[in-house]
Protein backbone atom coordinates (compact mmCIF):
# COMPACT_ATOMS: atom_id res chain seq x y z
CA UNK A 1 0.00 0.00 0.00
CA UNK A 2 2.96 2.66 0.62
CA UNK A 3 4.70 2.05 -2.42
CA UNK A 4 1.44 2.67 -3.92
CA UNK A 5 1.11 5.68 -2.52
CA UNK A 6 4.39 7.12 -3.66
CA UNK A 7 3.81 5.63 -6.68
CA UNK A 8 0.64 7.89 -6.93
CA UNK A 9 2.84 10.85 -5.60
CA UNK A 10 5.29 10.76 -8.05
CA UNK A 11 3.31 10.29 -10.92
CA UNK A 12 1.37 13.31 -9.74
CA UNK A 13 4.54 15.20 -9.40
CA UNK A 14 5.76 14.06 -12.94
CA UNK A 15 2.56 14.76 -14.85
CA UNK A 16 3.25 18.64 -13.76
CA UNK A 17 2.37 20.95 -17.10
CA UNK A 18 5.59 21.67 -19.12
CA UNK A 19 4.02 24.55 -21.59
CA UNK A 20 6.03 27.41 -20.72
CA UNK A 21 5.27 30.13 -18.47
CA UNK A 22 5.17 33.71 -18.92
CA UNK A 23 8.37 35.42 -17.69
CA UNK A 24 8.03 36.86 -14.23
CA UNK A 25 9.76 40.73 -13.81
CA UNK A 26 11.14 42.48 -10.74
CA UNK A 27 9.70 45.95 -10.60
CA UNK A 28 10.52 48.99 -8.71
CA UNK A 29 7.64 51.26 -7.78
CA UNK A 30 6.99 54.06 -5.96
CA UNK A 31 7.51 53.70 -1.98
CA UNK A 32 7.77 56.96 -1.07
CA UNK A 33 3.93 56.44 0.70
CA UNK A 34 5.26 53.38 2.35
CA UNK A 35 8.02 55.45 3.91
CA UNK A 36 5.85 58.49 4.78
CA UNK A 37 3.52 55.59 6.67
CA UNK A 38 6.56 54.39 8.74
CA UNK A 39 7.45 57.51 9.95
CA UNK A 40 4.75 56.65 12.39
CA UNK A 41 5.99 53.67 13.82
CA UNK A 42 6.91 53.67 17.61
CA UNK A 43 10.43 52.26 17.22
CA UNK A 44 12.72 55.41 15.88
CA UNK A 45 14.64 52.47 13.91
CA UNK A 46 12.00 51.29 12.04
CA UNK A 47 11.23 54.94 10.12
CA UNK A 48 12.43 53.76 7.16
CA UNK A 49 14.36 56.14 4.94
CA UNK A 50 14.11 53.15 1.98
CA UNK A 51 13.19 49.90 1.20
CA UNK A 52 14.40 49.10 -2.05
CA UNK A 53 17.74 48.50 -2.89
CA UNK A 54 19.23 51.37 -5.23
CA UNK A 55 22.26 49.00 -6.64
CA UNK A 56 19.95 45.49 -7.10
CA UNK A 57 18.95 44.22 -9.79
CA UNK A 58 16.43 41.19 -9.17
CA UNK A 59 16.14 40.66 -12.72
CA UNK A 60 19.96 40.40 -13.65
CA UNK A 61 20.06 37.89 -10.34
CA UNK A 62 17.35 35.43 -11.92
CA UNK A 63 18.76 35.62 -15.76
CA UNK A 64 20.62 32.40 -15.46
CA UNK A 65 17.54 30.58 -13.80
CA UNK A 66 15.18 31.97 -16.59
CA UNK A 67 14.89 28.74 -19.24
CA UNK A 68 14.53 26.20 -16.12
CA UNK A 69 12.24 28.30 -14.33
CA UNK A 70 9.74 29.15 -17.81
CA UNK A 71 8.97 25.18 -17.50
CA UNK A 72 8.62 24.79 -13.91
CA UNK A 73 4.84 25.46 -13.37
CA UNK A 74 2.68 26.57 -10.25
CA UNK A 75 1.47 23.07 -10.73
CA UNK A 76 4.11 21.10 -9.72
CA UNK A 77 5.72 24.35 -7.07
CA UNK A 78 2.27 23.07 -5.56
CA UNK A 79 3.15 19.55 -5.99
CA UNK A 80 6.21 19.62 -4.10
CA UNK A 81 5.22 21.82 -1.40
CA UNK A 82 4.32 19.46 0.95
CA UNK A 83 7.69 17.68 1.14
CA UNK A 84 9.92 20.50 1.03
CA UNK A 85 7.97 23.24 3.60
CA UNK A 86 8.95 22.89 7.07
CA UNK A 87 10.53 19.73 6.41
CA UNK A 88 13.47 19.10 8.30
CA UNK A 89 16.52 17.90 6.85
CA UNK A 90 16.13 14.18 7.45
CA UNK A 91 12.28 14.07 6.36
CA UNK A 92 13.78 15.83 2.69
CA UNK A 93 16.13 13.59 2.02
CA UNK A 94 14.21 10.64 3.22
CA UNK A 95 11.73 12.18 -0.04
CA UNK A 96 14.24 12.30 -2.50
CA UNK A 97 15.46 8.21 -1.08
CA UNK A 98 11.87 7.38 -2.06
CA UNK A 99 12.03 9.33 -5.38
CA UNK A 100 9.41 11.91 -4.70
CA UNK A 101 11.75 14.57 -4.77
CA UNK A 102 14.97 15.31 -6.46
CA UNK A 103 18.11 18.21 -5.39
CA UNK A 104 17.18 19.32 -8.97
CA UNK A 105 13.48 19.85 -8.61
CA UNK A 106 14.42 20.49 -4.78
CA UNK A 107 16.27 23.75 -6.16
CA UNK A 108 13.99 24.98 -8.45
CA UNK A 109 11.18 24.86 -6.23
CA UNK A 110 13.59 27.28 -4.03
CA UNK A 111 14.22 29.03 -6.48
CA UNK A 112 10.44 29.36 -8.11
CA UNK A 113 9.60 30.44 -4.43
CA UNK A 114 12.31 33.18 -3.94
CA UNK A 115 11.26 34.60 -7.31
CA UNK A 116 7.20 34.11 -6.43
CA UNK A 117 7.34 36.12 -3.15
CA UNK A 118 10.04 38.36 -4.02
CA UNK A 119 8.88 39.84 -6.93
CA UNK A 120 5.69 41.14 -5.66
CA UNK A 121 5.71 45.27 -4.10
CA UNK A 122 3.42 43.34 -1.10
CA UNK A 123 5.28 40.48 0.09
CA UNK A 124 8.61 41.20 -0.79
CA UNK A 125 11.20 40.58 2.33
CA UNK A 126 14.31 41.68 0.22
CA UNK A 127 16.38 39.08 2.00
CA UNK A 128 18.25 37.71 -0.88
CA UNK A 129 21.26 39.73 -2.74
CA UNK A 130 22.66 36.77 -4.70
CA UNK A 131 22.06 33.47 -6.20
CA UNK A 132 24.45 30.81 -7.54
CA UNK A 133 23.98 31.01 -11.62
CA UNK A 134 25.55 27.63 -11.38
CA UNK A 135 23.35 26.03 -8.89
CA UNK A 136 21.03 24.00 -11.26
CA UNK A 137 24.01 22.22 -12.94
CA UNK A 138 24.80 21.14 -9.57
CA UNK A 139 22.35 19.82 -8.36
CA UNK A 140 21.78 17.63 -11.65
CA UNK A 141 25.27 16.31 -10.34
CA UNK A 142 24.53 15.63 -6.89
CA UNK A 143 21.63 13.78 -8.42
CA UNK A 144 23.91 11.62 -10.71
CA UNK A 145 26.45 10.62 -8.32
CA UNK A 146 23.75 10.72 -4.57
CA UNK A 147 25.92 8.15 -2.26
CA UNK A 148 23.92 5.68 0.10
CA UNK A 149 22.67 6.65 3.46
CA UNK A 150 22.64 10.63 3.31
CA UNK A 151 19.76 10.90 5.27
CA UNK A 152 21.30 12.61 7.93
CA UNK A 153 23.65 15.15 5.65
CA UNK A 154 23.63 18.17 3.67
CA UNK A 155 24.26 15.99 0.58
CA UNK A 156 22.41 18.04 -2.65
CA UNK A 157 20.50 20.66 -0.03
CA UNK A 158 20.54 24.14 -1.31
CA UNK A 159 21.64 26.81 1.88
CA UNK A 160 21.83 30.65 2.08
CA UNK A 161 24.88 31.96 3.39
CA UNK A 162 24.96 36.00 4.84
CA UNK A 163 26.90 38.55 2.13
CA UNK A 164 29.91 38.58 4.66
CA UNK A 165 31.06 35.23 3.82
CA UNK A 166 33.52 34.39 0.56
CA UNK A 167 32.06 32.30 -2.09
CA UNK A 168 33.29 31.33 -5.37
CA UNK A 169 31.41 32.48 -7.88
CA UNK A 170 29.13 35.27 -5.93
CA UNK A 171 30.57 38.78 -4.67
CA UNK A 172 30.88 38.98 -1.02
CA UNK A 173 29.56 42.73 -0.24
CA UNK A 174 28.89 42.80 3.64
CA UNK A 175 26.16 45.03 2.08
CA UNK A 176 28.71 47.58 1.19
CA UNK A 177 28.55 49.84 -1.76
CA UNK A 178 32.40 49.48 -1.99
CA UNK A 179 32.33 45.43 -2.01
CA UNK A 180 29.97 44.81 -4.61
CA UNK A 181 32.52 44.35 -6.98
CA UNK A 182 34.51 41.94 -4.63
CA UNK A 183 33.91 39.32 -6.66
CA UNK A 184 37.13 37.67 -7.00
CA UNK A 185 37.44 35.70 -4.15
CA UNK A 186 38.02 32.02 -2.61
CA UNK A 187 35.47 30.16 -0.83
CA UNK A 188 36.03 30.47 2.75
CA UNK A 189 37.02 27.70 5.12
CA UNK A 190 33.34 26.96 6.19
CA UNK A 191 32.36 27.32 2.68
CA UNK A 192 35.11 24.86 1.50
CA UNK A 193 33.65 22.73 4.13
CA UNK A 194 29.91 22.69 3.38
CA UNK A 195 31.05 21.80 -0.11
CA UNK A 196 32.82 18.77 1.06
CA UNK A 197 29.92 17.45 3.01
CA UNK A 198 27.86 17.65 -0.53
CA UNK A 199 25.52 21.32 0.37
CA UNK A 200 24.65 23.18 -2.15
CA UNK A 201 24.96 26.75 -2.21
CA UNK A 202 21.56 28.29 -2.78
CA UNK A 203 22.98 31.60 -2.89
CA UNK A 204 23.60 34.86 -0.25
CA UNK A 205 21.07 36.71 2.32
CA UNK A 206 20.94 39.96 2.93
CA UNK A 207 22.46 41.72 6.16
CA UNK A 208 22.86 44.68 8.54
CA UNK A 209 25.22 46.49 6.47
CA UNK A 210 29.21 45.71 7.78
CA UNK A 211 27.62 43.62 10.30
CA UNK A 212 25.56 46.07 11.90
CA UNK A 213 28.89 48.04 12.41
CA UNK A 214 28.41 51.10 10.55
CA UNK A 215 25.62 52.86 11.31
CA UNK A 216 24.18 54.68 14.76
CA UNK A 217 20.96 53.68 15.33
CA UNK A 218 19.94 52.75 11.64
CA UNK A 219 17.46 49.92 10.88
CA UNK A 220 18.37 46.30 11.41
CA UNK A 221 18.30 44.65 7.90
CA UNK A 222 19.45 47.27 6.03
CA UNK A 223 22.60 47.41 3.45
CA UNK A 224 23.03 49.54 0.51
CA UNK A 225 23.08 46.46 -1.53
CA UNK A 226 20.17 44.73 -0.67
CA UNK A 227 18.05 46.92 0.70
CA UNK A 228 15.49 46.78 3.76
CA UNK A 229 15.13 42.97 5.07
CA UNK A 230 11.80 42.84 6.07
CA UNK A 231 10.35 40.28 9.26
CA UNK A 232 7.50 37.75 7.24
CA UNK A 233 5.74 37.74 11.11
CA UNK A 234 5.10 41.33 10.75
CA UNK A 235 6.35 43.26 7.92
CA UNK A 236 7.33 46.50 8.30
CA UNK A 237 5.73 45.85 11.66
CA UNK A 238 8.47 43.58 13.72
CA UNK A 239 12.27 44.10 13.64
CA UNK A 240 14.09 41.66 11.30
CA UNK A 241 16.72 41.28 14.81
CA UNK A 242 20.39 41.89 13.33
CA UNK A 243 22.80 41.47 11.72
CA UNK A 244 22.07 38.16 9.98
CA UNK A 245 19.03 39.36 9.20
CA UNK A 246 18.49 38.02 5.45
CA UNK A 247 19.60 34.37 6.90
CA UNK A 248 17.00 34.27 9.67
CA UNK A 249 14.30 35.84 7.11
CA UNK A 250 15.13 33.59 4.55
CA UNK A 251 15.12 30.33 7.11
CA UNK A 252 11.65 31.84 8.29
CA UNK A 253 9.76 31.70 4.62
CA UNK A 254 11.34 29.23 3.76
CA UNK A 255 13.61 30.11 1.06
CA UNK A 256 16.36 27.55 1.75
CA UNK A 257 16.83 24.90 3.54
CA UNK A 258 18.86 26.40 6.33
CA UNK A 259 21.08 29.63 6.47
CA UNK A 260 24.23 30.71 7.78
CA UNK A 261 24.73 33.54 10.18
CA UNK A 262 27.43 35.23 11.89
CA UNK A 263 27.89 36.78 15.28
CA UNK A 264 29.72 38.92 17.13
CA UNK A 265 27.32 39.92 19.74
CA UNK A 266 23.69 38.77 19.36
CA UNK A 267 23.84 38.83 15.36
CA UNK A 268 22.58 35.35 15.42
CA UNK A 269 20.76 35.00 18.80
CA UNK A 270 18.66 37.83 17.67
CA UNK A 271 17.17 37.53 13.81
CA UNK A 272 16.89 33.54 14.87
CA UNK A 273 14.63 34.93 18.12
CA UNK A 274 12.84 37.61 16.13
CA UNK A 275 12.23 35.09 13.34
CA UNK A 276 11.37 32.35 14.53
CA UNK A 277 13.84 30.11 13.94
CA UNK A 278 16.81 28.11 16.07
CA UNK A 279 20.20 30.02 16.10
CA UNK A 280 23.52 29.04 17.39
CA UNK A 281 26.22 30.81 18.20
CA UNK A 282 29.16 28.49 18.81
CA UNK A 283 32.06 29.04 20.80
CA UNK A 284 34.71 31.14 19.39
CA UNK A 285 37.27 28.62 18.08
CA UNK A 286 34.78 26.14 16.99
CA UNK A 287 34.21 27.28 13.41
CA UNK A 288 36.74 28.96 11.39
CA UNK A 289 36.04 32.85 10.60
CA UNK A 290 38.61 32.44 7.72
CA UNK A 291 37.50 34.35 4.65
CA UNK A 292 34.50 36.21 6.25
CA UNK A 293 34.81 39.90 6.40
CA UNK A 294 35.41 40.76 10.11
CA UNK A 295 34.17 43.15 12.88
CA UNK A 296 36.71 41.26 15.28
CA UNK A 297 39.03 38.75 15.35
CA UNK A 298 38.20 38.50 19.20
CA UNK A 299 34.34 37.71 18.95
CA UNK A 300 33.42 36.62 15.45
CA UNK A 301 31.78 33.49 14.88
CA UNK A 302 29.72 31.70 12.31
CA UNK A 303 26.37 29.96 12.83
CA UNK A 304 24.17 27.58 12.05
CA UNK A 305 20.48 28.93 11.66
CA UNK A 306 17.85 26.28 10.69
CA UNK A 307 13.75 25.37 11.56
CA UNK A 308 14.47 22.77 13.87
CA UNK A 309 17.40 21.31 16.58
CA UNK A 310 18.51 18.35 14.29
CA UNK A 311 18.86 20.69 11.27
CA UNK A 312 21.11 22.73 13.40
CA UNK A 313 23.30 19.51 14.47
CA UNK A 314 23.32 18.77 10.99
CA UNK A 315 24.49 21.62 9.27
CA UNK A 316 27.04 21.96 12.53
CA UNK A 317 29.16 18.87 12.23
CA UNK A 318 29.26 20.16 8.42
CA UNK A 319 31.19 23.43 8.77
CA UNK A 320 33.41 21.59 11.56
CA UNK A 321 36.91 21.57 11.08
CA UNK A 322 40.99 22.84 11.76
CA UNK A 323 41.90 25.48 9.67
CA UNK A 324 45.44 26.80 9.66
CA UNK A 325 45.24 30.02 8.99
CA UNK A 326 42.80 30.26 11.93
CA UNK A 327 44.37 29.29 14.97
CA UNK A 328 41.80 29.96 17.24
CA UNK A 329 40.32 26.54 15.56
CA UNK A 330 43.63 24.17 16.24
CA UNK A 331 42.17 22.58 19.40
CA UNK A 332 39.01 21.55 17.77
CA UNK A 333 37.74 18.32 17.65
CA UNK A 334 36.14 17.65 14.09
CA UNK A 335 34.57 14.30 14.82
CA UNK A 336 32.37 15.37 17.40
CA UNK A 337 28.89 13.55 16.62
CA UNK A 338 26.11 15.96 17.44
CA UNK A 339 23.67 13.80 16.34
CA UNK A 340 24.29 11.17 18.75
CA UNK A 341 21.90 10.89 21.68
CA UNK A 342 20.33 13.74 20.23
CA UNK A 343 16.76 12.36 19.55
CA UNK A 344 16.82 10.39 23.04
CA UNK A 345 17.36 13.75 24.88
CA UNK A 346 15.91 14.41 27.81
CA UNK A 347 14.99 17.57 30.00
CA UNK A 348 15.01 15.52 33.27
CA UNK A 349 17.20 16.10 35.56
CA UNK A 350 18.40 18.77 33.98
CA UNK A 351 19.80 21.86 36.22
CA UNK A 352 18.50 25.02 34.48
CA UNK A 353 19.53 28.38 35.68
CA UNK A 354 16.52 31.27 35.69
CA UNK A 355 16.91 34.41 35.73
CA UNK A 356 14.41 36.17 37.99
CA UNK A 357 14.19 38.94 36.85
CA UNK A 358 12.97 37.84 33.23
CA UNK A 359 10.11 35.81 35.31
CA UNK A 360 8.17 39.00 34.93
CA UNK A 361 8.06 38.37 30.96
CA UNK A 362 4.92 35.42 30.78
CA UNK A 363 6.18 33.83 28.20
CA UNK A 364 9.51 32.89 29.67
CA UNK A 365 7.59 31.79 32.66
CA UNK A 366 5.11 29.74 31.25
CA UNK A 367 8.45 28.07 29.54
CA UNK A 368 10.59 27.95 32.60
CA UNK A 369 6.80 25.70 34.80
CA UNK A 370 6.81 23.74 30.71
CA UNK A 371 10.23 22.61 32.14
CA UNK A 372 9.61 22.00 35.95
CA UNK A 373 6.89 20.25 34.77
CA UNK A 374 8.55 18.11 32.46
CA UNK A 375 11.46 17.03 34.59
CA UNK A 376 13.77 19.67 35.18
CA UNK A 377 15.43 21.01 37.97
CA UNK A 378 14.76 24.93 37.87
CA UNK A 379 17.05 26.98 39.95
CA UNK A 380 16.22 30.94 40.32
CA UNK A 381 19.08 33.56 40.29
CA UNK A 382 19.91 36.83 40.27
CA UNK A 383 22.86 37.62 38.67
CA UNK A 384 25.63 39.90 39.34
CA UNK A 385 25.21 43.23 38.43
CA UNK A 386 28.67 43.86 35.52
CA UNK A 387 29.46 46.58 33.13
CA UNK A 388 31.42 45.64 29.70
CA UNK A 389 33.47 48.58 30.23
CA UNK A 390 35.26 48.85 27.16
CA UNK A 391 33.38 46.44 24.58
CA UNK A 392 33.17 49.26 21.85
CA UNK A 393 36.36 50.33 22.14
CA UNK A 394 37.45 46.15 21.53
CA UNK A 395 34.84 46.33 18.35
CA UNK A 396 36.57 49.64 17.01
CA UNK A 397 40.39 48.63 17.48
CA UNK A 398 39.69 44.76 16.23
CA UNK A 399 37.81 46.12 13.12
CA UNK A 400 40.44 49.10 12.04
CA UNK A 401 42.69 46.29 12.19
CA UNK A 402 41.10 43.29 11.44
CA UNK A 403 39.47 44.91 8.05
CA UNK A 404 42.34 45.72 6.48
CA UNK A 405 43.89 42.14 7.01
CA UNK A 406 40.61 40.73 5.06
CA UNK A 407 40.82 42.89 2.12
CA UNK A 408 44.47 41.65 1.88
CA UNK A 409 44.40 38.37 2.62
CA UNK A 410 41.04 37.46 1.61
CA UNK A 411 39.39 40.15 -0.88
CA UNK A 412 39.15 40.82 -4.79
CA UNK A 413 42.44 41.85 -5.34
CA UNK A 414 41.00 44.75 -7.93
CA UNK A 415 39.86 46.86 -5.16
CA UNK A 416 41.10 49.87 -4.23
CA UNK A 417 39.46 49.88 -0.80
CA UNK A 418 42.50 49.11 1.92
CA UNK A 419 41.18 50.93 5.15
CA UNK A 420 37.86 52.03 7.23
CA UNK A 421 39.25 55.72 5.96
CA UNK A 422 38.97 54.85 2.14
CA UNK A 423 35.41 53.41 3.02
CA UNK A 424 34.31 56.46 4.42
CA UNK A 425 35.55 58.71 1.64
CA UNK A 426 34.16 56.46 -0.69
CA UNK A 427 30.06 56.91 0.92
CA UNK A 428 30.87 60.60 1.45
CA UNK A 429 30.54 60.82 -2.64
CA UNK A 430 26.98 59.49 -2.82
CA UNK A 431 25.91 59.58 1.08
CA UNK A 432 22.52 59.74 -0.16
CA UNK A 433 22.18 56.22 -1.47
CA UNK A 434 25.55 54.68 -0.19
CA UNK A 435 24.60 55.28 3.56
CA UNK A 436 21.46 57.00 3.68
CA UNK A 437 21.52 56.28 7.65
CA UNK A 438 25.22 57.88 8.38
CA UNK A 439 28.78 56.11 9.07
CA UNK A 440 29.17 57.01 12.60
CA UNK A 441 30.48 53.38 13.91
CA UNK A 442 32.95 53.46 11.12
CA UNK A 443 33.94 57.39 11.90
CA UNK A 444 34.45 56.44 15.36
CA UNK A 445 36.75 53.45 14.73
CA UNK A 446 38.81 56.14 12.58
CA UNK A 447 38.96 58.65 15.75
CA UNK A 448 39.62 55.59 18.50
CA UNK A 449 43.13 55.92 19.58
CA UNK A 450 43.60 53.19 21.85
CA UNK A 451 46.77 51.32 21.34
CA UNK A 452 47.02 47.79 21.25
CA UNK A 453 48.27 47.27 24.61
CA UNK A 454 45.51 49.17 26.04
CA UNK A 455 43.38 47.05 24.13
CA UNK A 456 45.30 43.83 25.24
CA UNK A 457 44.14 44.85 28.90
CA UNK A 458 39.98 45.56 27.98
CA UNK A 459 40.05 42.17 26.36
CA UNK A 460 41.68 40.54 29.02
CA UNK A 461 38.90 42.47 31.59
CA UNK A 462 35.81 41.75 29.40
CA UNK A 463 37.04 38.28 29.01
CA UNK A 464 36.97 38.28 33.22
CA UNK A 465 33.64 39.92 33.42
CA UNK A 466 31.58 37.81 31.10
CA UNK A 467 33.10 34.59 32.91
CA UNK A 468 32.50 35.70 36.13
CA UNK A 469 28.85 36.79 35.03
CA UNK A 470 27.92 33.52 33.94
CA UNK A 471 30.62 30.95 36.02
CA UNK A 472 29.53 32.34 39.22
CA UNK A 473 25.78 31.03 39.29
CA UNK A 474 27.03 27.70 37.13
CA UNK A 475 29.77 27.03 39.35
CA UNK A 476 27.68 27.38 42.81
CA UNK A 477 24.50 25.91 41.65
CA UNK A 478 26.04 23.17 39.72
CA UNK A 479 23.85 24.48 36.60
CA UNK A 480 23.82 22.42 32.84
CA UNK A 481 22.86 26.14 31.50
CA UNK A 482 20.93 29.19 32.08
CA UNK A 483 18.31 30.28 30.23
CA UNK A 484 17.96 33.68 28.96
CA UNK A 485 14.97 35.15 26.50
CA UNK A 486 16.83 36.39 22.35
CA UNK A 487 19.76 37.84 22.90
CA UNK A 488 19.57 39.20 26.18
CA UNK A 489 22.97 38.67 27.57
CA UNK A 490 24.79 37.95 24.10
CA UNK A 491 27.34 40.36 25.31
CA UNK A 492 28.29 38.72 28.30
CA UNK A 493 28.53 35.75 26.05
CA UNK A 494 30.09 37.44 23.64
CA UNK A 495 33.43 38.15 25.89
CA UNK A 496 33.33 35.70 27.40
CA UNK A 497 33.18 33.11 24.88
CA UNK A 498 30.27 30.85 25.57
CA UNK A 499 28.05 29.35 22.98
CA UNK A 500 24.15 30.20 22.97
CA UNK A 501 21.36 28.12 21.12
CA UNK A 502 17.82 30.32 20.77
CA UNK A 503 15.01 28.25 20.10
CA UNK A 504 11.46 29.59 19.68
CA UNK A 505 9.08 29.49 22.72
CA UNK A 506 6.08 31.60 21.19
CA UNK A 507 4.54 34.61 20.21
CA UNK A 508 3.54 37.69 22.13
CA UNK A 509 0.00 38.79 21.54
CA UNK A 510 0.67 41.17 18.91
CA UNK A 511 2.53 38.14 17.15
CA UNK A 512 5.73 38.85 17.25
CA UNK A 513 8.10 35.50 18.05
CA UNK A 514 9.87 34.93 21.39
CA UNK A 515 12.66 32.82 22.06
CA UNK A 516 14.27 31.13 24.46
CA UNK A 517 18.07 30.70 24.77
CA UNK A 518 20.61 28.09 26.59
CA UNK A 519 23.87 29.44 27.29
CA UNK A 520 26.41 26.97 28.70
CA UNK A 521 30.42 26.65 29.08
CA UNK A 522 32.76 26.56 26.23
CA UNK A 523 32.34 23.55 23.71
CA UNK A 524 29.68 22.42 25.13
CA UNK A 525 27.53 22.50 21.94
CA UNK A 526 26.66 18.73 22.13
CA UNK A 527 24.87 19.25 25.52
CA UNK A 528 23.06 22.69 24.01
CA UNK A 529 21.76 20.93 21.20
CA UNK A 530 20.06 17.97 23.40
CA UNK A 531 18.26 20.53 25.60
CA UNK A 532 17.09 22.22 22.71
CA UNK A 533 15.99 19.21 21.17
CA UNK A 534 14.37 17.62 24.57
CA UNK A 535 12.73 21.58 24.62
CA UNK A 536 11.35 21.88 21.43
CA UNK A 537 9.95 18.30 21.60
CA UNK A 538 8.11 19.22 24.52
CA UNK A 539 7.14 23.23 23.02
CA UNK A 540 6.51 22.54 19.53
CA UNK A 541 5.42 26.33 18.88
CA UNK A 542 7.05 27.11 15.90
CA UNK A 543 4.39 28.27 13.00
CA UNK A 544 4.71 29.48 9.88
CA UNK A 545 4.07 33.24 9.18
CA UNK A 546 0.60 33.19 7.43
CA UNK A 547 1.27 35.41 4.17
CA UNK A 548 4.34 32.81 3.02
CA UNK A 549 2.71 29.42 3.49
Avoid at 59 to 64: D, I
Avoid at 271 to 297: A, D, E, F
Avoid at 307 to 334: C, P, Q, R, W, Y
Wanted: glycine share 6%; with cysteine.
Amino acid sequence: MKNTIVLITVLLISISCKQKENPIVFAAYDESNEIFEQQSHELERMKFKLIQSKYLDMNAVFEPFENDLAYFSENEYQNLLPYIIEKDIPSIQESVENGILSYEKIVLFYLYRIRKFESSNDLALHSIISLNPNVIKEARDKDLSKPKDVKYTLYGLPILLKDNINTVGMPTTAGAFVLKENTNTDDAFIVKKLKENGALILGKANLSEWAYYFCDGCPLGYSAVGGQTLNPYGRKLFETGGSSSGSGVSVAANYAVAAVGTETSGSILSPSSKNSVVGLKPTIGLLSRSGIVPISSTLDTPGPMTKSVIDNAIFLAAMTGVDTEDTTTINVDANVDYLKYLTSSTIKGKRLGVIKDLLSDSIYKKNVELLKNSGAILIEFEPRQLQLEGFLTLLNIDMKYDLPKYLNAYADKNLKIKSIEDIIQINLEDSIQRAPYGQQLFEGIVQDSTTLAELEVIKSNLNATGKQFFNEPMDSLNLDAILSINNYHAGFAAVAKYPCLTVPMGYEKSGEPISLTFIAKPFQEQKLLQLGYAFEQLSKVRKQPKNYK
